[in-house]
T-cell receptor
């Protein structure tokens, strides 16, 4: 009965590969997000979708493409992975400005 | 340009004593502030929030204080318990924007010693 679930939890891959992270929420929220926690531990917003529509794109490289097939799902596809993409990626959904986070996906690019 | 800063990377307190975690912000447009708690290998979980129209909000052992003139907020945990050991993130938003975009600080690791 996990509220926000994302898979996989760990992702190890080579530079240049393409990978996807999936996210699903069962809270009935209209808005979903992707946040990135970098090596300095800052959590920064990447994207926000409201009811399948993109509403925030924080100058993220075009290699990152979010896709929302319905309001309960927000997947993140990353093309041509680079070393600097190594981070923990958190999916979240929100209600009244309160975010509910998934447990994170630790991406390691070798 | 970090709009939300937590200048103490870590804090250690004895069980039963008060824990005080601090946060500073620079953007005067922020009108809603939140604290999140994060355990290892888990996502952040919402702890407590405060609107800029208030200067204090209390929920059980947790109290958040907001000083708008100083652009400073703090989280007080009394009494501290070993289970409170975690990373605490301060976050801020412009509530009226209705985007849910939160700006986070870099976190403070709290260790509560038995």
């Amino acid at each position: 009965d996990t509220a926000v679930s994302q898979t996989p939890k760990y992702l190890v891959t080579q530079m240049g590969n393409d990978k996807s992270i999936k996210c699903e929420q069962n809270l009935g929220h209209d808005t979903m997000y992707w946040y990135k926690q970098d090596s300095k531990k800052f959590l920064k917003i990447m994207f926000s979708y409201n009811n399948k529509e993109l509403i925030i794109n924080e100058t993220v490289p075009n290699r990152f493409s979010p896709k929302s097939p319905d309001k309960a799902h927000l997947n993140l596809h990353i093309n041509s992975l680079e070393l600097g993409d190594s981070a923990v990626y958190f999916c979240a959904s929100s209600h009244n400005e309160k975010l509910f986070f998934g447990s994170g996906t630790q991406l390691s690019v070798l | 340009d970090q709009q939300v800063k937590q200048n103490s990377p870590s804090l250690s307190v004895q069980e039963g004593r008060i824990s005080i975690l601090n946060c500073d912000y620079t953007n005067s447009m922020f009108d809603y502030f939140l604290w999140y708690k994060k355990y290892p290998a888990e996502g952040p979980t919402f702890l407590i929030s405060i609107s800029s129209i208030k200067d204090k909000n209390e929920d059980g052992r947790f109290t958040v204080f907001l000083n708008k003139s100083a652009k400073h907020l703090s989280l007080h945990i009394v009494p501290s318990q070993p289970g409170d050991s975690a990373v605490y993130f301060c976050a801020a938003s412009v509530y009226s924007s209705n985007t849910g975009k939160l700006i986070f600080g870099q976190g403070t690791t709290l260790q509560v010693k038995p």
